[in-house]
């Protein structure tokens, strides 16, 4: 029962992780390979901030909003290079120039910080829940994944831009012709994407330990996820986050780290080979 519930928290954060690049590739069509990055520079700022005695809690509200004034940056620089193209070169262009800087933030984080570390911890380790003894980690994980997606969900659901970005996402020219300001809903997606990917730095933070090198792992299981739940799917890819959260956490207690990766990778392998849209793609 306590790898279920690791599984299911780690998957939480996964989708966290992996929604915001479902976000930049279903409005821009551009894969952000930066996104673990963006994560990683809010994580060490609010590390850093907390060396400096600031209560963690600000600290960590510091470290979100850091990662989502990354992520503007990036739009309003790189990504927008990107969608002056269309089509293949657009999507390569992209990939070329958030891959670069994916390079170039990981060796800077690495250089200047190498020891800097984001780690949360709760006044007791663990808790007596329904006679499971749980880390109080994990529920801090949990608590703070839900009220994002809850917050998320009641934004696309219930406001103008939501449904707008919505809208985008299946069908940009439709929604174009349908007066939609898809210039202005992409900034905003980018900026909520950075967003995201501060808070699942936090709740790393609460699962274990972020480090400056983790911005590639955490683009690599982005990607996973968003290939295989859909990466134009949202609804696809919260399940498939805790699919492979649930996998994940199994494989790391029975087989180790790396057999994990391998099985991973063989999985969106697979997706992209059977169905390639995703295997969850069909819900919206």
């Known amino acids: 029962m306590g790898i279920v519930l690791d599984?299911?928290?780690q998957g939480?954060?996964?989708?966290?992780?992996?929604?915001?690049?479902?976000?930049v590739y279903g409005l821009g069509g551009v894969l952000n390979l930066a996104h673990g990055q963006v994560a990683v520079s809010g994580g060490l700022v609010a590390a850093l901030l907390m060396q400096n005695r600031l209560p963690p809690v600000l600290a960590c509200v510091a470290g979100i909003l850091?990662?989502?004034?990354?992520?503007?940056?990036?739009?309003?620089?790189?990504?927008r290079q990107a969608y002056a193209r269309r089509g293949e070169e657009r999507l390569l262009l992209g990939i070329i120039l958030t891959l670069g800087l994916s390079f170039a933030l990981d060796g800077l984080f690495t250089w200047r910080y190498p020891n800097v570390a984001l780690?949360?911890?709760?006044?007791?380790p663990y808790v007596r829940l329904g006679g499971l003894?749980?880390?109080?980690?994990?529920?801090?994980?949990?608590?703070?994944?839900?009220?994002a997606f809850l917050l998320l969900l009641a934004f696309l659901k219930t406001t103008f831009l939501g449904k707008a970005i919505r809208c985008i996402i299946q069908n940009e020219v439709g929604a174009w012709?349908?007066?939609?300001?898809?210039?202005?809903?992409?900034?905003?997606?980018?900026?909520?994407?950075?967003?995201?990917?501060?808070?699942?730095?936090?709740?790393?933070g609460f699962f274990s330990y972020l480090g400056p090198e983790m911005g590639t792992e955490f683009t690599i299981l982005a990607l996973i996820v968003?290939?295989?739940?859909?990466?134009?799917?949202?609804?696809?890819?919260?399940?498939?986050?805790?699919?492979?959260g649930l996998v994940n956490a199994a494989l790391s207690y029975t087989v180790g780290t790396y057999i994990t990766w391998v099985v991973l990778l063989a999985v969106a392998a697979c997706t992209l080979l059977i169905r390639?849209?995703?295997l969850l793609a069909y819900w919206p």
Do not use: K, N, Y
Request: glycine share 12%.
């Open 66 to 79: 850091f990662a989502g004034l990354v992520a503007l940056l990036l739009d309003q620089t790189l990504l």
């Open 119 to 124: 780690t949360l911890q709760m006044g007791s």
């Open 7 to 9: 599984g299911l928290v």
């Open 226 to 244: 968003a290939v295989v739940g859909g990466v134009r799917s949202l609804t696809g890819t919260f399940l498939a986050s805790l699919m492979l």
């Open 133 to 147: 003894t749980v880390r109080t980690g994990s529920l801090a994980v949990a608590a703070l994944a839900l009220a």
């Open 276 to 278: 390639p849209e995703g």
């Open 177 to 204: 012709l349908c007066g939609v300001d898809v210039h202005r809903a992409r900034t905003l997606t980018v900026l909520l994407s950075g967003l995201l990917a501060g808070v699942a730095a936090v709740a790393q």
């Open 12 to 23: 939480l954060q996964l989708a966290l992780l992996s929604v915001g690049v479902v976000f």
